[in-house]
């Protein structure tokens, strides 16, 4: 293999690394952001849910506090009554005590049925409170790893375009620019194989012209098809 294609190929390597590096590091970004956004939307429903056990709550006691008012009446009316002489004012007394004695029976009826509903919705309430906690300790977990990998990653990545001047230095220049632009706009692959016979980056058949380039290693053999800088390494098969 030509030895300034050798180098290349390192320097390629090495920024293949980099970038595999920066995709993850950019990947994370979002997941974290999603992560976040699911605690907070666990949160908000389960405070709903405590709202609407707290309403159910006050309505039982206001409902509680209207019979308490009503047995109130009913005994200022009895004792009235008690006092009365007049038949049809007797009378009267009597309607009113059982009009009161009939709203008490139907707030009771709603007083039950809102027990009912009250349990559900406390028990609602905190099976969801309960579910925040253990997904939020889990959320928790996978958010620490994420900013473990960030830090990690972008000190890597820092490193790595460090240590890549070296490696760089030991290209020559006009090769080195060339690779850089493909490398930029193909975001991977730019010199590659001709193992089969076929560009390792397009996989398209080679014309032989430019497989026999390649084996006795003239320079700047390149894919018919993509463009991409080819080489040949003894390992690699190719047919005659
Ligand atoms: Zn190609």
């Known amino acids: 293999m030509r030895e300034d294609l050798q180098r ?9 690394e980099t970038i595999r590096l920066e995709g993850e590091l950019n990947s994370s970004a979002p997941v974290r952001e999603e992560i976040v956004q699911k605690v907070l939307d666990g949160r908000k429903k389960t405070t709903a849910l405590k709202e609407k056990y707290q309403q159910v ?13 009503l047995q109130a009446q009913i005994a200022k009316y009895s004792a009235q009554q ?3 002489k007049k038949n049809d004012e007797y009378r009267a ?19 039950l049925e809102l027990m009912d509903a009250e349990e559900l919705a406390r028990k609602t309430y905190e099976d969801s409170a309960k579910s925040d906690k253990e997904n939020e300790k889990a959320y ?13 990653h972008t000190q890597e990545i820092k490193e790595r375009k460090q240590k890549r001047k070296e490696l760089e ?13 493909m490398f930029r706009n193909k975001r991977g692959h730019v010199l ?25 290693e003239e ?22």
């Open 8 to 16: 290349l190929l390192e320097l390629q390597t090495w920024d293949l």
């Open 57 to 69: 709550c006050i309505t039982r006691k206001d409902m509680e506090a209207k019979i308490e008012e």
């Open 82 to 84: 008690l006092q009365t």
């Open 93 to 111: 007394f009597e309607n009113q005590i059982a009009a009161a004695r009939k709203n008490i029976s139907t707030l009771e009826t709603k007083v």
């Open 140 to 152: 928790k977990e996978r958010i620490l790893s994420i900013d473990k990998l960030k830090a990690t």
């Open 169 to 181: 230095a030991k290209v020559e220049p006009a090769l080195r620019i060339r690779y850089e632009r």
């Open 192 to 216: 590659v194989g001709i193992d089969g016979g076929a560009c390792g980056g397009c996989h398209i058949k080679l014309p032989q012209q430019a497989v026999l380039s390649c084996i006795s």
């Open 219 to 240: 320079p700047n053999v390149t894919c018919i098809n993509c463009g991409r800088m080819l080489y040949y390494s003894p390992e690699m098969h190719v047919e005659n």
